[in-house]
Nanobody, 127 residues
Framework: QVQLRESGGGLVQAGASMRLSCVAS????????MAWFRQAPGKEREFLAA????????VYGDSVKDRATMSVDNAKNTLYLQINSLKPGDTAIYYC????????????????????WGQGTQVTVSS
């Protein structure tokens, strides 16, 4: 069982940047997808970005693709997500997730493809 732990959330002002981290207790397959999602109150969980451990392909969701940078540090088993120009609409709980098996990039946005989830980190953006 892979344990995931997110950190880096908090209260920030609109326009600021934030870098979230997700440490994995172990790796799955090299081509497993590792993703960030978020969920705002009363809304469905939303795909933000995904990558594999190899880091050779990153896919971003529409809501953050012009403001976000995802990266992976293999030596630390850590996934990062930086979001710039934060808006109050970015307020949500941010989760990292890892798929149990390799999945194609076309499925990286599908929540049910991910078997391992962190507890989430709250990000609150004030106006």
């Amino acid at each position: 069982q892979v344990q995931l732990r997110e950190s880096g959330g908090g209260l920030v002002q609109a326009g600021a940047s934030m870098r979230l981290s997700c440490v994995a207790s172990a790796r799955t397959f090299t081509r497993s997808a590792m993703a960030w999602f978020r969920q705002a109150p009363g809304k469905e969980r939303e795909f933000l970005a995904a990558v594999t451990w190899s880091g050779d392909n990153i896919v971003y969701g529409d809501s953050v693709k012009d403001r976000a940078t995802m990266s992976v540090d293999n030596a630390k088993n850590t996934l990062y997500l930086q979001i710039n120009s934060l808006k109050p609409g970015d307020t949500a709980i941010y989760y990292c997730a890892v798929s149990r098996f390799p999945i194609p990039p076309t499925q990286w946005g599908e929540i049910d493809k991910y078997a391992h989830w962190g507890q989430g980190t709250q990000v609150t953006v004030s106006s």
